[in-house]
T-cell receptor, first 117, second 109 residues
Framework: EADIYQTPRYLVIGTGKKITLECSQTMGHDKMYWYQQDPGMELHLIHYSYGVNSTEKGDLSSESTVSRIRTEHFPLTLESARPSHTSQYLC????????????????FGPGTRLTVL | GQNIDQPTEMTATEGAIVQINCTYQTSGFNGLFWYQQHAGEAPTFLSYNVLDGLEEKGRFSSFLSRSKGYSYLLLKELQMKDSASYLCAVRDGDYKLSFGAGTTVTVRA
């Protein structure tokens, strides 16, 4: 079944640790995105990719980095976690364009709730 | 960038109709989306408008006026399971989405 997966779902970690949040999709989508969402607040785009070896920073400044070595995989890494990184991180994917009248909506993974102590 | 405004909260009774408004100011427009997000879960796609007018999908309808920078999501025959946050999002020319803060709808029996 085509889907988008994120692991771990919940992570509690101490300050200064390096962490990687995993995101994989089986829909063959070219575009992938990382959002950060605090409770009751809007989703903020922190990284996106249009395909393999393509990564861009989003509208919200983030100390995280991403890589896109395979189409289906878009991990996010924090080299040194801090309490200010505590948030929900959502990964999403979509088709490349809107040719043929397709909507090309973004599909979201279940999210990773990160707490940095 | 985009500036997107929607009400914070709305409350309605089961079986009623609720209309959630969204206004936006855009530096590029390539469609407007509505997503539903239950507490602690991922957003799920509800509707999409790129041309002016009304799009109907079962109990949910969405309207767009590009000249006014305005959209609304209409939820009919409300059910308890419709209690959720509803997110308005505008897509720009680079296919990036900018989201509003969401409207929390509470359905009461």
């Amino acid at each position: 079944e085509a889907d988008i997966y994120q692991t771990p779902r919940y992570l509690v970690i101490g300050t200064g640790k390096k962490i990687t949040l995993e995101c994989s999709q089986t829909m063959g989508h070219d575009k992938m995105y990382w959002y950060q969402q605090d409770p009751g607040m809007e989703l903020h785009l922190i990284h996106y990719s249009y395909g393999v070896n393509s990564t861009e920073k989003g509208d919200l400044s983030s100390e995280s980095t991403v890589s896109r070595i395979r189409t289906e995989h878009f991990p996010l890494t924090l080299e040194s976690a801090r309490p200010s990184h505590t948030s929900q991180y959502l990964c999403a994917s979509s088709e490349l364009g809107t040719s043929g009248g397709f909507v090309n909506e973004q599909f979201f993974g279940p999210g990773t709730r990160l707490t940095v102590l | 960038g985009q500036n997107i405004d929607q009400p914070t909260e709305m409350t309605a009774t089961e079986g009623a109709i609720v209309q959630i408004n969204c206004t936006y100011q855009t530096s590029g427009f390539n469609g407007l989306f509505w997503y539903q997000q239950h507490a602690g879960e991922a957003p799920t796609f509800l509707s999409y408008n790129v041309l002016d007018g009304l799009e109907e999908k079962g109990r949910f309808s969405s309207f767009l006026s590009r000249s006014k920078g305005y959209s609304y999501l209409l939820l009919k025959e409300l059910q308890m399971k419709d209690s959720a946050s509803y997110l308005c999002a505008v897509r720009d020319g680079d296919y990036k989405l900018s989201f509003g803060a969401g409207t929390t709808v509470t359905v009461r029996a």
